[in-house]
């Protein structure tokens, strides 16, 4: 941690600013300052000067970050709980309701209902999507033969784009001519009505999930499997460890942070899920597959309730900043657990 | 020969799993060169056909147009990404003040943040500033959302460089400017790559704000005008696969291109 010495440190290693030369001839070239060991009050000066015109440059570079972000994420959330607080249509009047559009939204049935699908998305993501991906990623770490293939066709459903894939598994998934239909004949199940079905929506939106984001997983396990140290498994095959134990006892248990930290981010990828259930159900039928994200977008933009579904679009933006910070905690934990 | 037998179940699994991931690709492509008479009789018939009409069908109802507007949009979103990416991590990387740990996690945090927290107020300031159901109303928002990973990625990059040339041209009177155009960004120029493909993947196929800032067709990118298709195509079915896997090329071709890079940017995307 570099303290106070380590900045004024880095101060000193400051360039000369061009602007220099309008305050005055005394300040000189940096190399110069420090060869020359001029008087301690011009010394002094220059330090002041060159910091001012550092913070300058700092703000500078900043300002076009800080200015999309202030217009397009910072004032569009406060002004999401402001309008929270209305009832509104769009129009030009709308009335003031304090905190009643989120009484409403705690007795919505709709709403606990998305939670839970939200709540499912979490679930499918930790027992099936990061364990599917898991083994995606020892696969591709063994001794197949054309693993390279199999990487990059494993991994192009995550680079599609949603709209497309919903479309695409509309299709299979068509309750006449579908290949998923096709397939289960051959057992001997007879067709279903995956999406129009209130028994069957979720599971098949939620494996198309699956089909999109388990790829993503497979790439972050076999970057943390490749990051673990050769030595250890080499260790182990001299005490005769099996591929099994191996895995068991040192592959698995190195890669708990990573399978604790994607847990987290899967709570923000629910959060964030919209485009395939929009496409393939729009929430339905009667409200089976609805989540938090497309109960918003109907009330908002289809039912033009612009106060209620500003209620809640903010409290998206509350479980999200819950995960951020629960993200944050474990990230600490393990540094500090590193550190002793 | 034990050890070759006990690798069959491995090679089945990878095998089921690789139909899992690469049929529907497969169903896709093959359906986009049948006749609509040939998709009712024969649905699952791989290299059946080989006919263009549906191609040329699609890109007859708009898809030109659609991938136009895709293409304008992405190219002035992806650049300004970049370029506003690379400003912010030069201060919050290589100069160390008061705030900067905090102020990178809080640029960092948005990475976090569900889109549909903002979805309102945009629509409505979109709205104030008279660029509703209009291209340009897409960049900013697009802009806003691929900044926080991206200056995550390249700020990690960017900190990693060493201070010794950076110093030698302090010395030699370098202006900030000319420190970071000329010796900072070149340095970082792999990083600077990841960033414009990861981008270029998300925008590309960027959905809820198309849906909300745009209505008419003729400004609609290609996620919104698939969407389009599909209302309208919804019988012909060749047709619109013709559309997804027009859609879907530039993707695969870049990612074919630059596999490796699109795979070390996520992994270093995710938080490690």
């Known amino acids: ?340 | 020969m034990l050890a070759k037998l006990k690798t069959i179940p491995l090679y089945a699994l990878a095998a089921i799993l690789l139909i899992f991931t690469g049929y529907p690709f497969l169903y896709m492509v093959a359906t986009s060169f049948k006749t609509q008479q040939m998709y009712f009789t024969d649905p699952f018939g791989l290299f059946g056909s080989l006919q263009f009409g549906n191609y040329i069908q699609a890109f007859e109802t708009g898809l030109a147009t659609y991938f136009m507007n895709s293409v304008i949009v992405t190219v002035i979103s992806v650049l300004l990404i970049v370029f506003i990416a690379s400003l912010a991590c030069y201060p919050l990387s290589r100069m160390k003040f008061r705030f900067s740990r905090l102020l990178l996690l809080v640029f960092v945090s948005g990475m976090m943040l569900p889109v549909h927290s903002t979805l309102i107020p945009i629509f409505i300031l979109t709205s104030h500033m008279g660029l509703r159901d209009q291209l340009p109303a897409l960049i900013g928002p697009y802009t806003a959302f691929n900044l926080p990973v991206s200056i995550f990625i390249l700020s990690q990059f960017m900190s990693e460089i060493s201070r010794e040339v950076e110093e030698a041209a302090e010395i030699d009177g370098c202006s900030h400017w000319r420190i970071f155009w000329n010796i900072v960004l070149p340095m970082v120029t792999p990083a600077l790559a990841t960033l414009v493909i990861y981008n270029f993947l998300h925008v590309w196929t960027e959905f809820i704000f198309g849906l909300v800032l745009i209505t008419s067709p003729e400004n609609m990118t290609l996620p919104l005008g698939m969407q389009r298709f599909y209302g309208e195509f919804s019988v012909n079915v060749p047709a619109l696969m013709a559309a997804l896997t027009l859609a879907s090329l530039p993707i695969f071709v870049v990612y074919f291109m630059a596999q490796e890079k699109i795979v070390s940017g996520l992994a270093g995307g995710a938080v490690k």
């Open chain 1, 1 to 340: 941690m570099p303290g106070r010495c380590g900045r004024f440190a880095d101060c000193r290693r400051d360039p000369l600013p061009p602007l220099a030369d309008r305050y005055g001839k005394d300040v000189g070239s940096l190399s110069e300052v420090i060869v020359n060991q001029t008087s301690n009050s011009s010394l002094r000066k220059g330090k002041k000067n060159r910091r001012r015109h550092r913070g300058w440059v700092i703000c500078m570079y900043l300002a076009p970050a800080v200015f999309v972000y202030c217009i397009y994420i910072f004032y569009p959330i406060i002004e999401t709980f402001h309008l929270s607080l209305y009832e509104w249509d769009g129009g030009f009047t709308r009335r003031f309701l304090g905190f009643d559009n989120f009484d409403k939204l705690f007795s919505d049935r709709i709403f606990w209902k998305a939670l839970l699908n939200n709540l499912k998305i979490v679930f499918t993501s930790v027992f099936l999507q990061i364990p599917l991906g898991l083994i995606m990623a020892l696969l591709l770490l063994s001794k197949l033969r054309g693993r390279r293939f199999l990487q990059t066709i494993y991994f192009m459903p995550h680079l599609m784009s949603t709209v497309a894939i919903g479309l695409l598994w509309m299709f299979i998934y068509d309750p006449v001519n579908g290949a998923m239909n096709r397939l289960l004949n051959v057992f001997g199940i007879p067709n279903i009505a995956w999406l129009s079905d209130e028994k069957f929506a979720m599971p098949a939106v939620l494996l198309v999930i699956i089909w999109q984001h388990a790829p993503f997983y497979m790439i972050l396990f076999k970057a943390a499997i490749v990051g673990i140290s050769e030595d250890l498994f080499e260790a182990a095959a001299i005490d005769g460890a099996n591929a099994f134990e191996k895995f068991r006892y040192i592959t698995f248990p190195l890669l708990i942070p990573t399978i604790v930290t994607s847990s987290t981010l899967a709570i923000v990828g629910s959060l964030k899920s919209f485009d395939t259930f929009y496409i393939m159900t729009l929430g339905g039928p009667n409200n089976s597959t609805e989540l938090i994200g497309t109960y918003m977008y109907k009330q908002a933009f289809i039912h033009f309730n612009m106060g209620y579904g500003s209620a809640v679009a903010f409290m998206m933006f509350l479980f999200a900043f819950i995960a951020a910070g629960l993200l944050q905690v474990i990230e600490a934990r393990r540094k500090v657990k590193g550190a002793a």
